[in-house]
């Protein structure tokens, strides 16, 4: 599967952003999915992850209740909704996923997904 991102931008503090993942060249459903970013000097960490059903997701504790991250099977994409930014979010945001025949399962490791799509850039300001 080949993914592309895009909605990456300049935002202010506080402000939102939506992401989107758009998949080719497989088999949607069968993939779960996460977005994975890495700020500057850090180590990359799971923001959030989403099962095969959506019946799943996963949120680091640092985007819990301002991500959302759903995904639209027909239209073979996923977002990641983002609210009351803060400078801590700017990063590349990259979506990954992994082949799954388990409906329920999410990976919270950047390590375990085994597809990735470009990144895109999130800048905060202030």
């Known amino acids: 599967v080949q993914l592309q991102a895009s909605g990456g931008g300049l935002v202010q503090a506080g402000g939102s952003m939506r992401l989107s993942c758009a998949a080719s060249?497989?088999?949607?459903?069968?993939?779960?999915l996460g977005w994975v970013r890495q700020a500057p000097g850090k180590e990359p960490e799971v923001a959030a992850a989403?099962?095969?059903?959506?019946?799943?997701?996963y949120y680091a504790d640092s985007t819990k209740g301002r991500f959302t991250i759903s995904r639209d099977n027909a239209k073979k994409t996923v977002y990641l909704q983002m609210n009351s930014l803060k400078f801590e979010d700017a990063g590349i945001y990259y979506c990954?996923?992994?082949?799954?025949?388990?409906?329920?399962?999410?990976?919270?490791?950047?390590?375990?997904?085994?597809?990735w799509g470009q990144g895109t850039q999130v800048t905060v300001s202030s």
């Open positions: 060249g497989g088999i949607f459903n069968r993939y779960a």
């Open positions: 989403i099962s095969r059903s959506s019946g799943n997701t």
């Open positions: 990954a996923a992994y082949q799954t025949i388990m409906t329920g399962t999410i990976r919270t490791r950047p390590s375990e997904y085994d597809h």
